[in-house]
Structure formats: structure tokens, C-alpha cells
């Protein structure tokens, strides 16, 4: 197969988008071509600047022809900011893109050629619809264009996202359309706090300055916001100072209701780490109860500042459901629920069951987890803290009180699960298996190595993130020769 050269011209018509959100066009030899910043049905002229053995990366030079499927973005850091690159394809679009990438992980990287992939259960809410956002500060502003042509741009303070490629640069955001207007204004009212007071800004290089992350967490179903400032030190007359600015400025919002100021909590963390990650050694509740509560149908929440939870609530109820639709459980049932988090699928689920054993390595979640199922009454679900490989092996070599489990479910964080945990699992021999991820890939290939004992009885992807090239998906799994 005939590859094009590095910095040659070529013309393409894009066929499809990967799981990275870049277009793919094929050349006349049928060479695959990623080109970024690209929509499906976009005739483009681009310029090669990478090749591998199996595909080509180019740059966008010219849209020649745009496509039909695409549309104006709504936010104004589109194109710079990496959160929402699908926003410019009409939403439909992006389903049947979400759809055709979890077919293809399934068949190129899983393997299994006649899976069957239905359409993607769509998102109610395409815009505002996350329940926590997370920002870092920086010292290095990316500076757009327009900043660029100004005299006296400022790129000494920003308060937003990373600028992909550019770990220590950040785009000082006004205004993110995935989560709400006042997110929006606790955002901004940081900023002006903060950069007013000309506060240091930590730096990975130098392991100097105070100001690390703001947190911003909102609850859809009930009225709780949970704002989490993270700072290298503590610095006590300074951060209540900054609770007083925010509680005073955001009552006198006339386009909020300010009923919510009840329930609003500030909690200071404190983070040692080197790292760049929003992580803390400790925290300390500045105004308020300190955590966020919400609610799915009947079951109340609480979430810690740092606990998982599914950052789409109104879709989650949805996710929840087809859950448990595809798993068809029954009231004898035992469960393993494997990566629980903070209990959420095993209290969701918790009425329709026997019982449900939910394991997590992170104690935080767990005590979470405990506490949501007294605040709920729930008495049918325990929740330790184990990592799950070491869980899954206690169990069968005897360390752990053996147990038979009919349904194990799992939620593990995007890398997958370990290929020791897959080879407990075909062990434990249950009779179903719940897979739900939000990365097909890792999915399809976990998948694969349970196809020995496993087949695949259904597959539901259902759109959480809209706007964005990820996907949540849910596989049943049946044990093969089991009467199901």
C-alpha cells in the first residue's frame, strides 16, 4: 500500500471521526489519513505531517466543501479549549459517530465480528449538563489570537483548562456551556479574588505558590453546590476572606435564585503533591456542611469532595435504568458490584435484589458508600475497601469468606481491568457479568479475555458526555451453557 509522504498535499473526503475526535479520510490507495479540527462529509486539503506502518496524521490546510453535518459551536473557547470537540457536528451526528466507535472497538480490538450495536440512548441535556468541573490556575495564560494582538495582554494569571499539548499552559475560561451560569459566575468571582490580590500560582518546576485547583460541584436534582478551593498550604485568614467574597457576591446575583445559598458549602483542601493532580492530604469545611447531596429517583447521595460520582446526573438515572434492564435481576439474586465508587449502582439497585457486596480501593468512597446506605435505610448492601485484583483472588483461594455471586458488575476506571482480575473472574464463574465503561476499547479488549467462559448478550451505549468523542456503554455477559 502506497503511503503519502511527509508534508504532501493531498485532497480527502472525511469518512468518519476516532475515539480522539480527529476526521479520518481515506486516499485513493485506501490509506487511512487522521486529520484534526475535521467533521464527517468535510472535502478537505491537508498536509501530511506524521506516518506509521497502518495510518497517516496531517494538518488541516483547507475546508474545500464543508459538510451538511455541521454546525455552529456555541462556546466561544471552541477549537482552543479540548473539552468539547464534537461541538461543531450536529448532535445526531455525533450519535451515530459514539455508535460506530463502540461497533468498531468491539470488532477490530474485541475481536468479535457479529456484534450487534444499537443506536445510542440520547442525552435530554446537550448543553449544562455536568455536576462538577474541575480548574486549575496557572501563571502561563495561553493567549488566543485576538490576545495576541493586543498590546499589553496579561498571561500572568488563568483560571480554566489545560490547552491539550501544552501541560503547563492553561485558557483562562469566562464561560463553559457544560456545566451551569452559576458555575459560571463562582468561576469568575474566583478569578477576581484571587488575581486581585496578585496570590501566587503553584509550579510543577519550581514546587512554589499557593493556588492549585477550584472544584466546582452542583447537584441537578436537589439544590446543594459544593465549592472546593485546593492550594499548596493552608493560609486561614485568606481563604475565609474568599468564602465572605463569594457567599456576599453570589447573593447579590440577580440572575441566580439565591435560595440555594443555604446549601452552599467551601471546603479548603491542601495538596503536597508535586504533581499536578487535583488531589489533597486533607481538607477543612470553610462554610456550610462540607460535602454535596443528590438524588436518583428515591436514593439520596452524599458525596465527599473528592468522591466519584457520575458527572451527568439526569443521564445517570437513565444509565441506571438500562442497567438494570439488561441485567434482569431477580429478588434472590446476590450481587458483586466490583469498582462501586460510592455505592451508587448497588444502592440504585439495592430493592430489587438479595443482596449486593460492593468493593472499591478507595476508602473515601467507601465510607461514602456506608453512609449513603444508612442515610437511605438501605440494609441489604456492604461496601469494603479492597483493591478489586486482591478482592477477587482472597475470594478464591479462601483468605476471604467464600461467597457465589450471581451477577457481578463492573465500572472500572477507563484503563480497564486488570488481566489477572479477568482471569479471577472467569474463575468465580458467575452466571452474568454487567460491564459498563466509559472507554470501548479497554472494554472490548477486557471482554475478550473473558470470551472463554463468556458470550455477549447485549450492548447499550448511552450518550453522558455530549459534545465530546466519549461514551458510556453497558455489555451483558452470560456465562456460556448457563439456562439464561
Known amino acids: 500500500m502506497d503511503k503519502p509522504g511527509k508534508n504532501e498535499l493531498i485532497q480527502l473526503e472525511i469518512q468518519d471521526i476516532g475515539f480522539e475526535g480527529a476526521g479520518i479520510g481515506k486516499t485513493e490507495n485506501n490509506f487511512a489519513v487522521f486529520v484534526p479540527n475535521t467533521v464527517p462529509g468535510d472535502k478537505v486539503t491537508a498536509c501530511i505531517s506524521r506516518t506509521r506502518k497502518n495510518y497517516a496524521e496531517a494538518k488541516l490546510i483547507e475546508i474545500k466543501e464543508p459538510s451538511v453535518f455541521r454546525t455552529e459551536p456555541e462556546c466561544s473557547h471552541f477549537g482552543t479549549c479540548n473539552g468539547c470537540k464534537m461541538q461543531n457536528i450536529t448532535y445526531r451526528k455525533q450519535l451515530e459517530i459514539k455508535k460506530n466507535n463502540?461497533?468498531?472497538?468491539?470488532?477490530?480490538?474485541?475481536?468479535?465480528?457479529?456484534?450487534?450495536?444499537?443506536?445510542?440512548?440520547?442525552?435530554?441535556?446537550?448543553?449544562?449538563?455536568?455536576?462538577k468541573l474541575e480548574f486549575?490556575?496557572?501563571?502561563?495564560?495561553?493567549?488566543?489570537?485576538?490576545?495576541?494582538?493586543?498590546?499589553?495582554?496579561?498571561?500572568?494569571?488563568?483560571?480554566?483548562f489545560h490547552k491539550p499539548g501544552f501541560i503547563d499552559k492553561?485558557?483562562?475560561?469566562?464561560?463553559?456551556h457544560l456545566q451551569s451560569e452559576l458555575s459560571n459566575s463562582i468561576l469568575n468571582l474566583t478569578r477576581n479574588f484571587f488575581k486581585s490580590r496578585d496570590i501566587s500560582i503553584y509550579s510543577t518546576r519550581t514546587n512554589k505558590g499557593f493556588l492549585r485547583f477550584l472544584i466546582v460541584r452542583q447537584s441537578a436534582n436537589l439544590d446543594d453546590i459544593l465549592i472546593n478551593i485546593i492550594t499548596s498550604e493552608n493560609n486561614e485568614e485568606l481563604i475565609c476572606e474568599y468564602s465572605e467574597y463569594i457567599l456576599s457576591n453570589l447573593k447579590k446575583g440577580t440572575e441566580h435564585n439565591t435560595d440555594?445559598?443555604?446549601?452552599?458549602?467551601?471546603?479548603?483542601?491542601?495538596?503536597?503533591?508535586?504533581?499536578?493532580?487535583?488531589?489533597?492530604?486533607?481538607?477543612?469545611?470553610?462554610?456550610?456542611?462540607?460535602?454535596?447531596?443528590?438524588?436518583?429517583?428515591?436514593?439520596?447521595?452524599?458525596?465527599?469532595p473528592f468522591s466519584f460520582f457520575q458527572?451527568?446526573?439526569k443521564q445517570c438515572e437513565i444509565l441506571f435504568d438500562t442497567i438494570v434492564k439488561l441485567a434482569e435481576f431477580q429478588k434472590p439474586d446476590k450481587i458483586l458490584d466490583l469498582y462501586c465508587g460510592c455505592g451508587?449502582?448497588?444502592?440504585?439497585?439495592?430493592?430489587?435484589?438479595?443482596?449486593?457486596?460492593?468493593?472499591?480501593?478507595?476508602?473515601?468512597?467507601i465510607n461514602s458508600a456506608n453512609e449513603n446506605a444508612i442515610m437511605n435505610n438501605v440494609t441489604n448492601c456492604e461496601f469494603i475497601t479492597y483493591d478489586v485484583k486482591e478482592f477477587l483472588k482472597s475470594v478464591l483461594d479462601g483468605s476471604t469468606k467464600p461467597q457465589r455471586f450471581d451477577t457481578i458488575i463492573l465500572d472500572p476506571p477507563r484503563s480497564g481491568i486488570h488481566p489477572k482480575a479477568a482471569d479471577y473472574?472467569?474463575?468465580?464463574?458467575?452466571?452474568?457479568?454487567?460491564?459498563?465503561?466509559?472507554?470501548?476499547?479497554?472494554?472490548?479488549?477486557?471482554?475478550?479475555?473473558?470470551?472463554?467462559?463468556?458470550?455477549?448478550?447485549?450492548?447499550?451505549?448511552?450518550d453522558m458526555f455530549p459534545h465530546t468523542f466519549h461514551i458510556e456503554n453497558i455489555v451483558r455477559l452470560d456465562k456460556k451453557n448457563s439456562s439464561f
Open 425 to 462: 473472574l472467569l474463575q468465580l464463574e458467575a452466571t452474568k457479568i454487567i460491564y459498563v465503561s466509559c472507554n470501548p476499547t479497554t472494554q472490548a479488549r477486557d471482554i475478550r479475555l473473558l470470551a472463554d467462559k463468556y458470550h455477549i448478550t447485549s450492548i447499550q451505549p448511552v
Open 260 to 304: 440555594f445559598i443555604d446549601s452552599l458549602s467551601i471546603v479548603h483542601s491542601i495538596s503536597t503533591a508535586k504533581a499536578n493532580v487535583a488531589q489533597a492530604d486533607d481538607y477543612f469545611v470553610i462554610h456550610g456542611k462540607g460535602y454535596l447531596e443528590e438524588k436518583l429517583k428515591d436514593i439520596r447521595f452524599k458525596i465527599s
Open 344 to 365: 451508587a449502582i448497588s444502592l440504585y439497585i439495592s430493592d430489587k435484589i438479595n443482596t449486593v457486596l460492593g468493593v472499591e480501593a478507595i476508602a473515601e468512597s
Open 170 to 176: 492553561v485558557i483562562d475560561i469566562n464561560k463553559c
Open 136 to 160: 486549575s490556575f496557572s501563571s502561563n495564560r495561553w493567549l488566543t489570537e485576538e490576545d495576541i494582538q493586543k498590546d499589553e495582554a496579561d498571561k500572568s494569571f488563568a483560571l480554566g
Open 102 to 131: 463502540v461497533l468498531n472497538a468491539f470488532k477490530r480490538i474485541g475481536g468479535f465480528e457479529e456484534v450487534f450495536v444499537p443506536e445510542v440512548i440520547s442525552s435530554k441535556s446537550q448543553f449544562y449538563y455536568r455536576n
Open 311 to 313: 458527572t451527568n446526573t
